[in-house]
C-alpha cells in the first residue's frame, strides 16, 4: 500500500471539504461603538482568562482512529510549531531548528488516546511576525501550534525531508484546518499559542469579515507579555494565561475512519457503495457501474441480514470487490478462511509455470506424491486438467489473492499457483507430456500437501525475519542492496539505506542492484525519498488526486507534488542502477521503481512488470469485524498520465521465461542486472572469439573494425610462467584508444591502460605476469568517446618470465 506519511495526511489533505465557518467581527464602521460583553474594541488590552503570568506547560491528548498512524514509526514527535508559514501564507516555510521545542509522549504511542506533555521555554525562538495590520513596522509576536509528527531523516529535530518540503500543519495538530481546495490549509478553529516579547503587539480576535486569520479586516487587541494561548474556536476569541493549559490535537477528518460496523447489513452496505462510488479512485478507468453493482449483489446482503448470516454477508462483500480489478481493493478475510483452507488444503505434488513459448510445464515437483508416482517429471507439459484444456482451464481458476487482480500478468501466475489446488477427497485427471515421451492421462487422488503451494508464492524464500534493507558487495564488485518493505520502522530503514551509500560509495563499487522482487510497499513518500538518493538534482516524480466535495470530483493539486528531496551531496550516489522487479513488487516499491525510469542510467531488469497498484488507500469498517481497503487516491506521473494502475513498471531489460532460466541453478534476473550494469559501466561489447598460444610463447594478434562507443573483447588463455605484453593500435598510430582486461567472468578488472607512455594515443599494456598457472582473460578494446569507427590491431606477446 503506498499512503504518505501522517497517515496519507499530505496525500489525502482534501479528501473531504469541510465547511469554512466566518465568523462575524468588528468592522472599521463600528470602531467607535462601545462593545458588548462579547465584543472587544480594537487595540485594547486582550481580555484574559485565568491570568496566572502566561502558560509553563502544556498537556493533551492526541486520538486517532486511523490503522495507518502508527505504521513505520519509531520516533513520534510532539512539537511546538513554528507558524510564520501560515502567516506568510508560505506553504513551503521550514520550521527553524532552533523553533522546535520538543514535548514528551507521556502513555502509550500505540494505544490511543495518548497523552502528551510540553514545557514552555523561558523564551521560544521563533519566528517574529507582525499582524496587527496597523501600516506600522512592529517588532511582531510568534505563533505555535502544536502538532504530531514522526522523525524519520536525520536528528531528532525535524528537516526538509521530515517536512515534505515544509507547509504549514493540517494534520494532528491544535489547529483545525480548510480542507477546501480555494481555502486549503486556512485555520477554521483550534487553538494557537502566542508569545509577545512585549506588552505592545496587537494580534487579531476574530477572523473578521473575510473568515480569514491575519488578513486585513482582522480585529486587533493588544496582548501582554509572555505566553497566551488563543482560542480560535469562540467569537471573539478567547485569551487564556493559565500556567497550565490543555490543548487537545485533533485528528483531521479526511484521516478519521469510517466505521458502519454499527449499522445492520443492508444499511452498511449501502454506505460502502456510496462512499467508493465517489471516492473510489479508478472507476472510470475501470469502467464500474456502482448501481449494477449494487443492484448485483444487495439481494445478497438482504437475504443474509433476514437470516443475520454472518458468512453470507462477508461472501458477498467479497464477490463485489472482486469484481474491481485493483489490487488495492480488499477485505479482512476472518469469516472466510475456512473456505480458503478447504479449497487449496490438497493437492498433486506440482507447481506448474507458464513459458514465453505457450506451453505450461511443472517447475516443482514433490517426492512421494501422486504426480511423481504417476513418472511426472520437472519440465513435464500439462496439456489438460479434468478434461479442459489447460489454458481454458487457468481462466477459470479463482484466486483468493485479490492483489494480483491488478495486472494480466500477476493474475495469470496467481491461477497457475492455484490451478493446481484441491479440496481433499477428489480425484484429478490430468493429461501431461514427458519430455520426449508421448501424451498421457492418469487420474491421481489429492493428498495433504502445501510444499508446491509455497513453491509458488510470490514470496517464496523470503523468511519474515529480513531486515528491511540488507546490502553486500557482489564477487563482480557491484554493490546489492535489497528493500523488503517501506512499511518498517522507518528510521531504522533510513539509517540502513544511508550506511549501504556510505559503504558502496566508500567501497567504489561501480554500480549498484537494488533488488525490489519482494516488497509489498508501504509509505510512497519515503519510497519517494529513498530513491532520491540516486538523483543529483530535486524533480517532480507524480501527483495524486483525491475526491472533493467541493468540486464533486477528483483534484490534484499542484502544491501537492510528489517531489525528490535531495539528501546531504556526499550521500548522494551518481553511478549506474539495475533494479530487479516483479509482480510482487507493489504499490510504493512500483511508484520506488518508477523513479529509476527518469534516470538516463538506470535499468529495470525482471521477468514481468510489477504488481500495478497504483494509488493511496483508506481503509473503513462494516459489521461482523470486516474492514476494507480502497484506493482513493489517483496516481499520476509527471505529465499526469495514469502509470502504474493496471500496468505496473514494465522491464527495460526483460528476461525471457525458459525451462533453461526457470531450472538455473544461478539467479538469473541477478546475472542479466550485472550485465545491464556493465553494459552501463563499460559500454556495448561484441565477442571477438578467442586467441590462443598454443604450446608454446609467442605472439597472437587480431584486427577488427570498432565502432564508437562499442569494445571488442577476445578470450584469451595466458600461458604459465610467462611475462604478457598487451598492445592496441590503428594503422597510423593516430586513434585514441583504450585497453582492458578482465577474469574469465567478465567482470572483475584485472588491469587497463589509455594511453602508451611515449604519448601515442593508441594503448599499452607491458608485462602483466602470469605465475605458476595458465588461466584465462578477457581481453577488450575500444574508441574513446568521439573517435570514429576505424580498424584496430590487438597484438599480444608472451614471453617466459625466467627469460628476463
Not at 471539504?17 to 463600528?30: C, L, N, Q, R
Not at 509553563?56 to 512539537?79: A, E, M, R
Not at 582486461?741 to 594515443?761: K, R
Amino acid at each position: 500500500m503506498a499512503y504518505r506519511k501522517h497517515l496519507i495526511l499530505v496525500l489525502l489533505m482534501f479528501v473531504l471539504a469541510v465547511s469554512v465557518t466566518v465568523v462575524s467581527a468588528i468592522g472599521e464602521d463600528d470602531a467607535t461603538t462601545p462593545p458588548s460583553d462579547d465584543e472587544v474594541a480594537p487595540g485594547e488590552m486582550a481580555p484574559i482568562v485565568d491570568d496566572e503570568g502566561g502558560p509553563v506547560v502544556l498537556h493533551g491528548t492526541v486520538t486517532y482512529t486511523n490503522p495507518f498512524f502508527t505504521s513505520g514509526v519509531s520516533q513520534p514527535l510532539i512539537i511546538l510549531e513554528d507558524q510564520a508559514g501560515f502567516v506568510d501564507r508560505n506553504e513551503y516555510f521550514l520550521f527553524p531548528p532552533e523553533s522546535q521545542v520538543l514535548g514528551q509522549i507521556t502513555t502509550n504511542f500505540y494505544d490511543s488516546p495518548f497523552g502528551y506533555s510540553l514545557a514552555l521555554p523561558i523564551e521560544p525562538q521563533g519566528s517574529l511576525r507582525d499582524v496587527d495590520n496597523d501600516d506600522e513596522q512592529d517588532t511582531g509576536v510568534m505563533v505555535f501550534a502544536v502538532a504530531y509528527w514522526s522523525n524519520t531523516f536525520g536528528d531528532p529535530l525535524l528537516e526538509e525531508r521530515d517536512m515534505y518540503g515544509g507547509g504549514w500543519s493540517g494534520a494532528y495538530a491544535s489547529t483545525r484546518t480548510s480542507t477546501n481546495p480555494d481555502l486549503q490549509g486556512e485555520y477554521v478553529g483550534g487553538q494557537i499559542l502566542v508569545y509577545a516579547p512585549d506588552d505592545e503587539q496587537g494580534f487579531p480576535s476574530g477572523f473578521g469579515d473575510d473568515g480569514l486569520l491575519f488578513t486585513d479586516d482582522d480585529p486587533i487587541v493588544t496582548l501582554p507579555q509572555g505566553y497566551t494561548v488563543v482560542n480560535m474556536d469562540t467569537d471573539p476569541f478567547t485569551f487564556d494565561r493559565s500556567r497550565e493549559q490543555v490543548l487537545d490535537l485533533y485528528e483531521p477528518e479526511v484521516s478519521a475512519v469510517d466505521d458502519f460496523s454499527g449499522m445492520d447489513y443492508v444499511e452498511a452496505f449501502d454506505a460502502m457503495v456510496e462512499k467508493m462510488r465517489v471516492e473510489y479512485a479508478f472507476s472510470e478507468y475501470y469502467d464500474l457501474d456502482w448501481d449494477e453493482l449494487s443492484e448485483t449483489y444487495r439481494p445478497q446482503v438482504q437475504a443474509a441480514d433476514a437470516s443475520h448470516d454472518a458468512y453470507l454477508f462477508a461472501m458477498a462483500i467479497r464477490d463485489l470487490l472482486w469484481e474491481i480489478p485493483d489490487g488495492h481493493v480488499s477485505m479482512s478475510l476472518d469469516l472466510l478462511i475456512e473456505d480458503f483452507q478447504g479449497e487449496t488444503a490438497g493437492g498433486l505434488g506440482i507447481a506448474i509455470r507458464e513459458l514465453d513459448d505457450g506451453r505450461v510445464i511443472v517447475n516443482y515437483l514433490v517426492p512421494g506424491t501422486p504426480a511423481e508416482e504417476v513418472g511426472m517429471e520437472l519440465g513435464t507439459e500439462i496439456v489438460a486438467i479434468d478434461g479442459t484444456p489447460i489454458d481454458e482451464y487457468l481462466d477459470n481458476t479463482f484466486i483468493w489473492a485479490h492483489q494480483a487482480l491488478a495486472t494480466e500478468h500477476a493474475k495469470r501466475l496467481q491461477q497457475l499457483r492455484y490451478a493446481t489446488r484441491f479440496e481433499m477427497g477428489t480425484t484429478v485427471e490430468v493429461t501431461f507430456i514427458n519430455p520426449g515421451e508421448e501424451e498421457q492421462t492418469v487420474s491421481m487422488d489429492v493428498v495433504p500437501e502445501s510444499d508446491s503451494f509455497s513453491f509458488s508464492s510470490f514470496n517464496a524464500g523470503v523468511t519474515g525475519i529480513e531486515l528491511p534493507v540488507e546490502f553486500e558487495i557482489l564477487p563482480s564488485g557491484y554493490g546489492l542492496v535489497s528493500i523488503y518493505s517501506f512499511s518498517d520502522d522507518e528510521y531504522l530503514t533510513v539509517q540502513l539505506w544511508e550506511r549501504m551509500i556510505e559503504t558502496f560509495k566508500a567501497s567504489g563499487v561501480p554500480g549498484i542492484i537494488i533488488d525490489m522482487r519482494n516488497n509489498g510497499g508501504g509509505s510512497g513518500f519515503l519510497a519517494d525519498q529513498m530513491s532520491a538518493y540516486f538523483f543529483e538534482e530535486p524533480i517532480v516524480v507524480g501527483n495524486s488526486g483525491v475526491y472533493n466535495e467541493d468540486y464533486g470530483d477528483f483534484y490534484f493539486d499542484e502544491r501537492g507534488e510528489d517531489k525528490l528531496y535531495l539528501p546531504p551531496e556526499e550521500l548522494i550516489y551518481p553511478g549506474p542502477v539495475a533494479v530487479i522487479v516483479s509482480p510482487a513488487c507493489f504499490s510504493a516499491c512500483e511508484f520506488f521503481s518508477y523513479n529509476f525510469t527518469l534516470r538516463d542510467d538506470a535499468a529495470i531488469v525482471g521477468f514481468y512488470p510489477t504488481g500495478g497498484l497504483g494509488g493511496g488507500v483508506e481503509d473503513f469498517y462494516m459489521p461482523e469485524g470486516i474492514s476494507i481497503r480502497f484506493t482513493v487516491s489517483r496516481a499520476v506521473d509527471p505529465e499526469d498520465n495514469i502509470h502504474i494502475e493496471g500496468q505496473g513498471v514494465a522491464p527495460t531489460v526483460t528476461v525471457p521465461v525458459t525451462e533453461e532460466n526457470l531450472f538455473s541453478e544461478a539467479d538469473v534476473l541477478l546475472t542479466a542486472a550485472e550485465d545491464a550494469l556493465t553494459e552501463m559501466v563499460r559500454g556495448v561489447t561484441v565477442d571477438g572469439g578467442s586467441l590462443s598460444f598454443g604450446s608454446s610463447y609467442g605472439t597472437i594478434s587480431a584486427t577488427a573494425n570498432v565502432q564508437p562507443d562499442t569494445g571488442v573483447q577476445y578470450t584469451v588463455n595466458l600461458p604459465a610462467g610467462a611475462l604478457v605484453s598487451f598492445f592496441v593500435e590503428d594503422a597510423d598510430g593516430t586513434k585514441d584508444t583504450y585497453l582492458a582486461i578482465y577474469d574469465e567472468t567478465n567482470t572483475v578488472l584485472l588491469a587497463d591502460n589509455d594511453d602508451m607512455e611515449d604519448g601515442s594515443p593508441n594503448s599499452a599494456l607491458v608485462e602483466l605476469s602470469v605465475g605458476d598457472t595458465s588461466f584465462p582473460v578477457v581481453v577488450e578494446m575500444r574508441l574513446k568517446e568521439g573517435q570514429e569507427a576505424g580498424d584496430l590491431t590487438l597484438t599480444i606477446e608472451s614471453v617466459p618470465e625466467a627469460s628476463q
